[in-house]
C-alpha cells in the first residue's frame, strides 16, 4: 500500500495508529527518537486529530512516551520490561494454546496445517522472514482461542515483544531454531492436548525471553 493511503474499513485514526505502531516496531522508528507529528501526518495523510488519537493509543501501548510542552518520544528498550513482558506472556500465551487445543474445529486445524507446512518450507529462512512466521503462527493460535479480550492484550505484549526481537535482531544468532519450536505447539493444539499445548507454549515464551537476554 502507497504511504498515505488508507485501506478500506479503516478510520485515519486507525490508520496512522496501525502505521506508526509498525515502524516503530521494525525500528525506523528508533527508541529514543522524537516523535516528528507534522512530518508524519503529511506522510500518512492524516490530519492533527487522528494523529493524537494514535499517539495517546501508542501511550497506552507502552510504545510512547508524552511529555507535555516538550514532545513525544519513542520509549525504550530495556530489560526490565522483557522481564515484565515475558512473565505476562508465559500465562496469556499458555492460557492461549490450551484454549486453542480445547476449542480447535476441523477448520482451523486446516489452518494450523498449513502453519506447519510454512515452517517445514522456512527452516533455512532469515531471521526477518523468521519473525514474520512467528507473527503470524500466534496470531492464529490467538484467533483459534476465541476470546477477543485476551486476544488484543496478547497482541499488545506480542507487539512489544517483536520489538525487543528487532531491536537486537542485528546481534542474534539465527533464530529459526527458536521458530521451529512452534512445530511441536501447533502438533499439541491440532491433537486437542491442551495440557502439552499449554506447556510449549509457556516454555517457547521462556526461550524468547532468555534468546533476547543474552543480546540486550
Same mark, same amino acid.
Given at each position: 500500500?502507497?504511504?498515505?493511503?488508507?485501506?478500506?474499513? #479503516?478510520?485515519? &485514526? $486507525?490508520? @496512522?495508529?496501525? !502505521?506508526? *505502531?509498525? +515502524?516503530?516496531?521494525?525500528?525506523?522508528?528508533?527508541?529514543?527518537?522524537?516523535?516528528?507529528?507534522?512530518?508524519?501526518?503529511?506522510?500518512?495523510?492524516?490530519?492533527?486529530?487522528?494523529?493524537?488519537?494514535?499517539?495517546?493509543?501508542?501511550?497506552?501501548?507502552?510504545?510512547?512516551?508524552?511529555?507535555?510542552?516538550?514532545?513525544?518520544?519513542?520509549?525504550?528498550?530495556?530489560?526490565?520490561?522483557?522481564?515484565?513482558?515475558?512473565?505476562?506472556?508465559?500465562?496469556?500465551?499458555?492460557?492461549?494454546? #490450551?484454549?486453542? &487445543? $480445547?476449542? @480447535?474445529?476441523? !477448520?482451523? *486445524?486446516? +489452518?494450523?496445517?498449513?502453519?506447519?507446512?510454512?515452517?517445514?518450507?522456512?527452516?533455512?529462512?532469515?531471521?526477518?522472514?523468521?519473525?514474520?512466521?512467528?507473527?503470524?503462527?500466534?496470531?492464529?493460535?490467538?484467533?483459534?482461542?476465541?476470546?477477543?479480550?485476551?486476544?488484543?492484550?496478547?497482541?499488545?505484549?506480542?507487539?512489544?515483544?517483536?520489538?525487543?526481537?528487532?531491536?537486537?535482531?542485528?546481534?542474534?544468532?539465527?533464530?529459526?531454531?527458536?521458530?521451529?519450536?512452534?512445530?511441536?505447539?501447533?502438533?499439541?493444539?491440532?491433537?486437542?492436548?491442551?495440557?502439552?499445548?499449554?506447556?510449549?507454549?509457556?516454555?517457547?515464551?521462556?526461550?524468547?525471553?532468555?534468546?533476547?537476554?543474552?543480546?540486550?
Amino acid at each position: 500500500m502507497a504511504e498515505g493511503t488508507i485501506a478500506v474499513g #479503516r478510520t485515519r &485514526a $486507525e490508520h @496512522a495508529y496501525l !502505521e506508526l *505502531r509498525e +515502524r516503530i516496531i521494525d525500528m525506523r522508528l528508533p527508541p529514543g527518537a522524537a516523535l516528528d507529528e507534522e512530518a508524519l501526518m503529511a506522510e500518512l495523510g492524516v490530519g492533527r486529530t487522528p494523529m493524537r488519537e494514535a499517539v495517546k493509543r501508542l501511550e497506552s501501548d507502552r510504545m510512547l512516551t508524552v511529555y507535555p510542552r516538550r514532545g513525544t518520544i519513542i520509549a525504550d528498550v530495556n530489560i526490565r520490561d522483557l522481564k515484565a513482558i515475558s512473565d505476562a506472556r508465559r500465562v496469556l500465551e499458555a492460557f492461549a494454546a #490450551r484454549r486453542a &487445543a $480445547e476449542l @480447535a474445529t476441523d !477448520e482451523d *486445524r486446516v +489452518r494450523l496445517k498449513e502453519c506447519l507446512q510454512s515452517l517445514a518450507e522456512a527452516a533455512s529462512e532469515s531471521n526477518r522472514a523468521s519473525i514474520d512466521l512467528d507473527e503470524q503462527i500466534h496470531r492464529t493460535v490467538y484467533a483459534i482461542m476465541r476470546n477477543s479480550y485476551v486476544e488484543a492484550t496478547l497482541t499488545q505484549y506480542f507487539s512489544l515483544s517483536q520489538r525487543m526481537w528487532n531491536f537486537v535482531l542485528s546481534g542474534m544468532a539465527p533464530i529459526t531454531g527458536n521458530v521451529q519450536e512452534h512445530v511441536a505447539l501447533l502438533n499439541a493444539i491440532i491433537d486437542g492436548d491442551a495440557d502439552l499445548a499449554a506447556a510449549i507454549a509457556e516454555e517457547h515464551v521462556t526461550h524468547f525471553e532468555e534468546l533476547v537476554r543474552s543480546a540486550l
